[in-house]
């Protein structure tokens, strides 16, 4: 049963977007229906297309406009890299500021890593930046990039945590805000 659910959890990304024949698409279906791990697993990537579709759902379901949401897929999936890549370096470069004259930047930059953290990771944003900015600041103490103490790497990282917690909320505010108006 495990090796199943690895070999659905591969094909969901390809389920999801219709790009699977129909006998695959029956066996995924068919498992599901059994399994709660993976049925799960199909709702969570639901919810992360549901942000990509935007585009996809106003065209017309011709065939003629595949190569365009092909397309569309590819370029969200390279903003994806990117929003991850600023993420990672918003923080570094936030953290790496904390014991310098550019602290209060850290304000207006860790909410946007917030923003970029609904982005990538949607509402589990919630905890893994949070952990990700505790791992990168534990790594900045660990090489000690930043003349900062222990106890005050892991205060820092708190309150930058809370700053973060504001843009995750403040983009999904805005995401929420965003669909109500699509379906107007
Ligand atoms: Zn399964």
Redesign the pocket.
Known sequence: MKA??SI?KDLLPLYVEDMVSRETAKHIEE?IKG?N??RKELADLKEGAALSTVEKESLPRADAAKPFKKMMRRVNRQFYSLAYAALIFLIFLGFGWTAGNNLMYNSLIMPIVGIFGYYVFKWRAVYKVPALLLVIDLAIFAFQLVELGFADTLMWTMLYAIFVLIGVAIAFLLHYALKKEEHK
């Open positions: 199943e659910c659905v498992h399994c791990k993976c």
